[in-house]
């Protein structure tokens, strides 16, 4: 080690050669062979099924959905726990992986597995199948004037499908907005008129604004739910 010291001691054009062969190098790795990426992707060791039943109660969707696919993959080496969730039109199950186990082999066998289930109802959408990404936000728009708030979300829905279209965009979307709602008013000599209270008519709505199931047939394709809707969503 000291005669190869003293031997670069002696011979400085060498040693600055071999400097700037070790810079290049690792510049060259570090444009080429090193991911660089300034709002990374993390993924979960954890899988994600979510289906869709349109209409559906949170116990129809229990029943002829999440129970399905939990019995199709309970018992796939790796799983450490599933969890899942029922509302209204949607499931959604959740699978977490043991430590040790390929997140991405996990998600070909539970897609595998759930693509054989053939009893799903005939109506339920193609279930959707991924692994949980965690993303970071590159940057936030705040839309603010004085209108009111149906015409501010569609001038942030009109900006959101602007900014979409833009090269290297990957996902926009707005966030902090109140849910529809329909509002119902009625003069007070209309209710004089029929001899009705504002609560006969909040009953009135709730009775008849629902949509209720009616239940189900078998067929050879698979149940059909039967379910009248009469849920409002809109004015008109």
Do not use: C, H
Not at 95 to 111: F, P, S, T
Not at 125 to 147: F, S
Not at 212 to 236: C, H, V
């Amino acid at each position: 080690m000291y005669r190869l010291i003293a031997w670069f001691a002696k011979n400085d054009v060498a040693a600055n050669i071999l400097m700037g062969v070790i810079v290049i190098s690792g510049l060259y790795v570090l444009k080429t062979q090193i991911p660089v990426d300034m709002f990374p992707e993390f993924e979960t060791n954890s899988v994600q099924v979510r289906s869709v039943l349109r209409g559906a109660s949170p116990q129809e969707v229990e029943e002829g959905l999440t129970i399905r696919i939990e019995e199709a993959i309970q018992d796939i080496n790796g799983i450490e726990r599933i969890t899942s969730t029922s509302s209204e039109s949607s499931s959604s199950v959740r699978i977490e992986v043991e430590d040790g186990y390929d997140v991405r082999e996990m998600l070909e066998e539970v897609k595998i597995r759930v693509d054989a289930i053939s009893n799903f109802p005939v109506e339920a959408e193609r279930p959707l199948i991924t692994t949980p990404q965690r993303r970071w936000d590159a940057i936030g728009i705040i839309i603010y004037g004085d209108y009111d708030q149906l015409t501010l979300r569609r001038y942030a829905e009109d900006i959101r499908d602007e900014v979409a279209n833009l090269p290297d965009i990957t996902q926009v979307a707005v966030e902090n907005v109140l849910p529809f709602e329909i509002s119902i008013e009625i003069p007070e000599y209309s209710l004089r008129k029929y001899g009705l209270s504002l609560e006969q008519v909040a009953n009135a709505l709730r009775r008849n604004a629902v949509d209720l199931s009616a239940g189900n047939l078998k067929t050879d394709g698979g149940e059909i739910f039967i379910r009248s809707r009469g849920q409002a969503y809109r004015a008109d």
